[in-house]
């Protein structure tokens, strides 16, 4: 039986976010460093894209632990305009396929819906810049929300639409995706396309390696 609803992360699952996340954080220091007259490191590739995948405060603190909260909010601010600059600019993309598999899905009768931690300005902008909004019955982000928990997000999509927890599918790249679809009582699909890797997403039900995977998956669930 083909699941009734598929709920899909945003960076690094439907989002390839690497360039203009890198960007946005090398601009941010800059910019923030021009202001105070400091010298704020730019942190390590690794750790810019180590935490994609966190809730907005997460992802500064992350990045930048040894600045204060004060000065990591205004980092957040910097790097959130220069995000948006960028993805205006042309740097960032969808995954190849992902059109595809979003026009497949939604035309066997099945919902669509996102699950992220990004901030609301963030996510927005991805879905309306990339004319994909209107494959989607639901959208929910953390800070909307007043969550952490990716699982809060999944179960109010489905509270929401309606969808029982064994007829929805989570799709994410990232170790909190498959543990929010396990505490919320549906199937995870570990995408190795993103920023985590297989490991990370051991504990996923299914795994898949590019959206026709995905696409074919879903076609022959369970």
Known sequence: MNPRLVILDLDGTLYSSTATTLGAVERAVRDFNEKHGSDVDAPTTERVLGAVGSTREQYTAKVFPELPEADRSEMND???HWERELV????????????????????????????TNAGTGYMNHIVDYFDIRKYFSDMRCAGAEGTTDKGDLITRILDNLGIASL????????????????SSGVWSVGCTWGFGTKNELAAAHKFVGSFPELTELLRTWP
């Open 78 to 80: 910097l790097i959130w």
């Open 167 to 182: 007829q929805a599918v989570m799709v994410g790249d990232r170790v909190t995706d498959i543990q929010g679809a396990r």
């Open 88 to 115: 205006d600019g042309g740097k960032g993309c969808l995954f190849p396929g992902a059109v595809d598999t979003l026009e497949a899905v939604s035309g066997d009768s099945c919902l669509l819906a996102v699950a």
